[in-house]
């Protein structure tokens, strides 16, 4: 989840973000969204669906997420 968190922080242009936090209440739009998705794949190795990111606006959503993955 830290990771995940840095994440959001550095392309959300914000050090407080909660894990409860909605992404979209947070100033998120599509085009920081997909900045994410690059950074989940070139940092983490997690490639993640944008349906999946909508559905998971949160860094603890999305956290729970990518621990489901196999």
Known sequence: MDEVRAI????????????????????????????????YIDEMGFEIPMDEMYLNPTVASISAYMESLP
């Open 8 to 39: 959001w922080c550095r392309e959300l242009e914000r050090s407080d973000i909660t894990p409860e936090q909605d992404f979209f209440a947070l100033g998120g739009h599509s085009v920081i969204m997909a900045r994410i998705q690059r950074a």
